[in-house]
């Protein structure tokens, strides 16, 4: 789940009580190819 910073922070914050508490960024780079172009049917004859 994407989370702003400061809202982990928060977070983390009203946790403390619980004991320690850590966090870890993490950061995902999902690289995908361009689509194909779609054919159309209709144009094909």
Same mark, same amino acid.
């Given at each position: 789940? &994407?989370s702003?910073e400061?809202?982990?922070?928060f977070?983390?914050?009203q946790?403390? #009580? &619980? #004991? @320690?508490?850590?966090v !870890? =960024?993490?950061?995902w780079m999902?690289?995908l190819p !361009?689509p =194909?172009a !779609?054919?159309?049917?209709?144009? @094909? !004859?």
């Amino acid at each position: 789940m &994407a989370s702003n910073e400061d809202f982990v922070q928060f977070i983390v914050d009203q946790c403390s #009580g &619980a #004991g @320690e508490i850590t966090v !870890k =960024k993490m950061m995902w780079m999902l690289v995908l190819p !361009k689509p =194909k172009a !779609k054919r159309n049917p209709m144009l @094909e !004859k």
